[in-house]
């Protein structure tokens, strides 16, 4: 899920290095031309509540202002401590920290002690209680701080706020379920969807589901609390049902399509109980992608029309593009050629109305980039390998470098259909292309997907770049145990 704050179209060139000796008397501060850029038409206090909205969105906190972006774009912070690394990341994906002016982190601390600190540069000057609490802990991959904080336990609903936001703070204690709900507890299971869905992008869903079933047992306990207003109780119903439908989510990319379709069950219950359309239009949504993989495209067909029959007072042409790709997959599923096709027209003629203002927000991973990605899956179903793997390649170069995981999705959908098509050399090329990606990302579907693929090349071991390929899955395969 991409952040929705605005960045230039095209990616500036760098700032050259800050001068060895930066901030500390010893030399001279070279300006961040590059950060300035970004900031763009915004006022230094603008542009600074930007960055303090996108951390919430990741569960960071980081005491931003006007100050602090002007030490950056002086040249005074060379270097950012790992909290503000990662919200930056988060504001402009597919951007390294050089892109964006900053000395990288070794040339500015040294590899040393001060190195292994966890912080950046700024680091004990901001607000962010990850940047605070680093101590002697040796420098970890990017985001996989966040991957261990981002679901932690508790038993109350303060919990579910510490849960969702990734606050270090300690659970606390309190009598079985909670007793009063408010604007906080709304906001933290409404925190808890977007966190997911941002690691879900990032990194796949294998690990992550486990983590998640906590806070969602906690949002449904909310669903019994005291509320004094309808505005609250109407977030926690909504909360909660996107809640289920990231879980399940989570459940469906990691294989388990038993767990995923009972919390879409649970969602769609949730949505009608609330009378939320958008809810169930939703959840009849992931329904049919969910019965599509596992093999039952009529009812993935029901499920997309379903979908389609919630949404249409929702004056949202891109939920309806995506909901008549959902029901071309079940046609596919089925061999209907004809209604694929139909419902294909109907998808794009949909998506070229543009994105509004009722769109869902759990549709930002909704571009063309995915709307090819889908109609490969669908011409893949119906054996047209050949346009399957055009539209997968589209998919692949449109796609936004922030969704990891549909990347690697796709490039795995690009190379199952070369095999099929004939092609193993450029199969296999894109099979090493997404065990690259796997690196990064985890998903029980991708690797289902290349093992297939594998299988298919079998017969063409003997080919150099195909025995390569089908060597180094095997060894992956092994690893994983």
């Known amino acids: 899920m991409a952040s929705s704050h605005a960045s230039p179209s095209s990616c500036p060139e760098p700032a050259a290095p800050a001068a060895p000796g930066g901030p500390d008397g010893k030399g001279g501060s070279r300006p961040n031309a590059a950060f300035r850029q970004l900031r763009g038409a915004r006022s230094p206090a603008e542009f600074a509540a ?23 774009e002086s040249g005074e912070i060379r270097c950012p401590n790992y909290a503000y690394e990662r919200v930056f990341r988060h504001m402009f994906p597919g951007r ?7 000395v990288p982190r070794e040339v500015v601390r040294g590899r040393g002690a001060r190195a292994r600190d966890g912080g950046g540069e700024d680091g004990p000057r901001t607000g962010s209680r990850a940047g605070q609490r680093s101590g002697n802990r ?19 609903a303060a919990a579910v706020a510490a849960a969702s936001l990734g606050a270090a703070v300690p659970a606390v204690s309190a009598p079985r379920g909670p007793r009063r709900a408010g604007e906080a507890e709304a906001s933290a ?6 966190r997911i869905r941002l690691l ?31 505005s609250v109780a109407d977030r926690l119903q909504s909360g909660a049902g996107e809640l289920a439908l990231s ?15 009972s919390h879409y069950a649970e969602a769609l219950a949730t949505a009608r109980v609330a009378g939320d359309a958008a809810l169930e239009a939703h959840a009849f949504c992931n329904a049919a992608f969910l019965a599509r993989d596992a093999g039952r495209p009529r009812e993935a067909v029901r499920a997309a029309q379903a979908a389609q029959g919630a949404a249409k007072g929702l004056a949202s042409p891109r939920l309806l593009s995506l909901l008549a790709l959902r029901e071309a997959g079940g046609w596919a599923g089925l061999g209907d050629r004809a209604a694929c096709e139909a419902a294909l027209l109907r998808a794009r003629t949909l998506f070229g109305r543009g994105p509004g203002d009722a769109d869902p927000e759990w549709m930002s991973f909704f571009g063309e980039a995915e709307l090819e990605g889908l109609e490969a899956q669908c011409r893949s179903a119906l054996g047209d390998w050949a346009r399957a793997a055009g539209h997968a390649r589209r998919a692949v170069g449109l796609q936004d470098p922030h969704f990891a995981r549909n990347i690697a999705l796709f490039t795995a959908q690009l190379a199952g259909d ?8 450029a199969a296999a090329a894109a099979g090493e292309r997404t065990l690259d990606l796997l690196a990064e990302v985890r998903s029980a579907r991708i690797r289902m997907m290349l093992a297939a693929t594998a299988r298919l090349l079998g017969r063409h071991g003997g080919e150099p770049p195909v025995a ?14």
């Not at 040796?138 to 508790?154: W, Y």
């Not at 879980?247 to 379709?261: E, I, Q, T």
């Not at 070369?418 to 050399?425: Q, V």
């Not at 390569?468 to 145990?481: I, M, S, V």
Request: proline share 3%; with cysteine.
């Open 200 to 230: 879900d992008d990032r990194h796949g869903a294998d690990g992550l589901y486990r983590r998640a079933t906590r806070p969602l047992r906690l949002a449904y306990e909310l669903l019994d609390a005291d509320t004094r207003r309808r």
């Open 50 to 72: 930007a960055v303090r909205r996108a951390a919430r969105e990741i569960g960071e906190q980081v005491s931003c202002d006007a100050r602090y972006i002007g030490r950056v």
């Open 189 to 194: 299971v409404e925190q808890a969807v977007r």
């Open 247 to 261: 879980v399940g989510w989570l459940a469906h990319d990691s294989g388990r399509f038993a767990d995923a379709r």
């Open 96 to 102: 390294e920290p050089e892109d964006m002016g900053f």
């Open 468 to 481: 390569a390929f089908l060597e180094r899955h095997a060894e992956e395969r092994k690893n994983l145990g």
């Open 418 to 425: 070369l095999a099929r098509g004939g092609e193993p050399e």
């Open 138 to 156: 040796t420098e970890q991959p990017k985001e996989s701080d966040v991957l261990r904080r981002a679901f932690m336990t508790g038993g109350t």
